[in-house]
């Protein structure tokens, strides 16, 4: 018997959604009041030996959250309450940026660009990822916000993505907290989630130790717990969170490029994230590297807009 059950259905919840949670839709940037905007990103710069394969993980994001829309307001144990705790911390879904797979320059003006914007309207930009080059627009348009901030990148992911090019680019996907790392405005990397072996070369490593970054790898979160992460975050930081998502375990979150075992828990995730916040105040986050197509049965879309769902519980919070 190949059909499911719509158990979203039992509690009146839509078959679809447009929007992620079917939040309020705001496709003019420039009428945004809502304190968190969320906005798709497909594609920045690709590596022309894959092209934009996360293209589709936006939309998969927001088709996982169907079964929550009807219960949104209901009570969240993640978020010890509703998820948006009143009306006007409830958050918008901008929709999805265009792109062009050969027009990678267009892509990072187009989201640093709206990025700059939402953060123009004092709301904090969540962007749901296409893969890991979408965060270098987004953190350098927080450097040309004006406010002569300085931030820490908390860095969840599998890998380190220090190489200085790869396939002749300087801004994909391996190169990310590189590119960071010479952006003025970021004072502080930490680095959380790294293991197995991937395309990074011992020097890189290196390269980052002589930056300054502070590496908490997978196992020693397992050993050690959470704290030895969020320690290293100082009081009053404002927060840039980088969420691969192969940070997690595959056997949570299968959809992704570069299985690899020994990932975080979703509890051990949410708890950097609350952490964070408790630390100081996330100002800006990215979801990126979901793979639809590698998923299995939707269970990974669904863990992932789980913990983005976390997020804007904590993001509502802060904007009390």
């Given amino acids: ?111 640093r660009d709206a990025v700059s914007r939402i953060l123009e309207r004092n709301a904090v930009p969540v962007v749901l990822g296409g893969d890991d080059s979408i965060p270098i627009p987004m953190i350098e348009a927080l450097g040309r916000s004006g406010n002569g901030a300085r931030y820490t990148i908390l860095q969840i992911d599998a890998h380190i993505d220090w190489r200085e090019t790869h396939m002749g680019e300087r801004l994909g996907l391996s190169s990310t907290m590189r590119r960071a790392s010479e952006m003025p405005h970021i004072e502080r990397i930490i680095q959380v989630g790294a293991r197995g072996i991937g395309s990074a070369a011992t020097t890189d490593y290196e390269d980052a130790l002589a930056w300054g970054v502070k590496f908490v790898p997978a196992y020693d979160l397992h050993t050690k717990e959470v704290a030895a992460a969020l320690d290293l975050i100082p009081e009053g930081s404002q927060v840039v969170l980088c969420i691969d998502a192969d940070a997690l375990d595959p056997a949570l979150v299968p959809g992704v490029i570069g299985r690899a075992p020994g990932g975080l828990s979703y509890y051990q995730a949410v708890d950097l994230i609350r952490g964070a916040a408790n630390r100081g105040r996330i100002a800006a986050a990215d979801f990126v590297e979901f793979m639809p197509e590698r998923d299995v049965d939707d269970i990974g879309a669904f863990t992932f807009a789980r913990l983005i769902t976390t997020t804007l519980g904590v993001l509502a919070r802060q904007a009390d």
């Fill in 1 to 111: 018997m190949n059909n499911k059950a719509d158990l979203g259905a039992l509690f009146g919840a839509a078959a679809e959604t447009r929007t992620f949670l079917g939040l309020p839709d705001c496709p003019d940037l420039s009428a945004l009041t809502a304190p968190i905007a969320l906005i798709g990103a497909p594609c920045a710069t690709p590596y022309a030996s894959v092209g934009a394969y996360c293209r589709h993980a936006p939309d998969a994001l927001r088709r996982a959250t169907a079964s929550l829309t009807a219960n949104i307001d209901r009570h969240d144990f993640d978020s010890g309450g509703a998820v948006f705790p009143a009306a006007h911390l409830k958050a918008v879904d901008c929709g999805d940026l265009p792109f062009d797979e050969a027009d990678p320059a267009g892509n990072r003006a187009i989201i």
